[in-house]
């Protein structure tokens, strides 16, 4: 089941959505959204997960202050903050500065990827 809504929604509970989930997956969510609201999102998706869900996320991370963004920067250190009781495999680390990207202020822009069971 694929779910669309607005996470931060006091409504959405897991009946709503056909139970806990076992499965998150996070493609540059977390980055788009400011570092102030990052621990509610994270304290959400977990509100809506069963026990021993997998978590796949997809961050960016670059050397600017970590207020610039969208796309926010998210480090491992953030992620281990984030996740402080949970194993946390990082899967990937690639170079993100494309063409895409060619246009911005960043000189250096990792994509990272990283494999959380809660």
Known sequence: MLV???IFDR???PSLIGGPVSFVWDRAALTA???ANHVQYIEKLKQ???EHAEFL?????????ADQ???FAISAECIAKLFPNNHVI?????DAKNERWADTSYEQLRERCYRVII
């Open 4 to 6: 669309v809504c607005d």
């Open 48 to 50: 809506l997960s069963q």
């Open 69 to 71: 963004g969208p796309p």
């Open 11 to 13: 409504e959405l509970i």
């Open 90 to 94: 990082e899967v990937d680390d690639i």
């Open 33 to 35: 959204l400011h570092p």
């Open 57 to 65: 996320i997809g961050v960016y991370w670059h050397p600017e202050r």
